[in-house]
């Protein structure tokens, strides 16, 4: 049979075409041209599909990582190497070079592209219940029939804040979102009730 594009009748058909033919015409990577990033302008918390991820990337190599997550590769390529170069920064838009080489039927194919990555950023819901004031417990702090002295305040205060800064590594809600001093005592106000439980639990020892 011959390739219906050159003519050739010397080489074995490939999805209809010549070996030569299919590898002038294919893409060993695919991916769209302008991709967009929405990350919290707060936490810097990345926003996946419809969940908020924990992240620690700063934004330049958000945006390499984002080109690779969303790029594919056809399944006949073999030593596929690709990288990413940001070459300009307007704003918030990064224009990418993508340089991508690999072999295809054993031979080797070379292919660049650019790409425009956008950040937006916006407020997680995390962050937008912190900046509102949001809490779910209150933690009463007192001492029977008197208020408690300077050194007890201190020593709470000590603990609540230590206590809630390591439990805030896994959960954005242990936070103070207030304290008020009231004639009984001092109440915590907190933003995560699985915090609070937590705390109050410490709290008890003291």
């Known amino acids: 049979m011959f390739c219906p594009r050159c003519g050739s009748d010397d080489e074995e058909l490939i999805e209809g075409v010549c070996k030569s033919c299919f590898i002038k015409k294919a893409k060993i990577i695919g991916m769209d041209d ?14 996946n599909g419809i969940k908020w991820e924990d992240s620690e990337l700063s934004d330049e190599e958000l945006v390499s990582f984002t080109v690779m997550e969303n790029l594919h590769a056809m399944e006949q390529v073999e030593d596929l190497e690709i990288s990413v170069d940001i070459l300009t ?34 407020v997680c819901p995390d962050c937008s219940k912190f900046a509102s004031g949001y809490f779910e417990s209150v933690i009463q702090i007192r001492a029977d029939n008197r208020f408690p002295t300077h050194e007890e305040l201190q020593i709470v205060d000590e603990i609540v804040r230590t ?32 915090a609070a439980k937590k705390l109050q639990k410490q709290l008890r020892t003291v």
Request: charged residues 25%.
């Open 163 to 194: 206590k809630l800064g390591n439990l805030s590594l896994k959960n954005r809600m242990a936070y103070v979102s207030d304290v008020a001093m009231l004639k009984e005592g001092v109440d915590y106000y907190i933003g995560s009730y699985k």
């Open 34 to 47: 302008d991709l967009k990033i929405t990350i919290c302008a707060h936490c810097n918390s990345i926003l």
């Open 89 to 122: 920064v307007r704003g918030s838009n990064y224009e990418c070079l993508v340089h991508a080489e690999g072999k295809l039927l054993g031979t080797l194919v070379v292919e660049e592209y650019k790409v425009n990555v956008k950040i937006v950023k916006n």
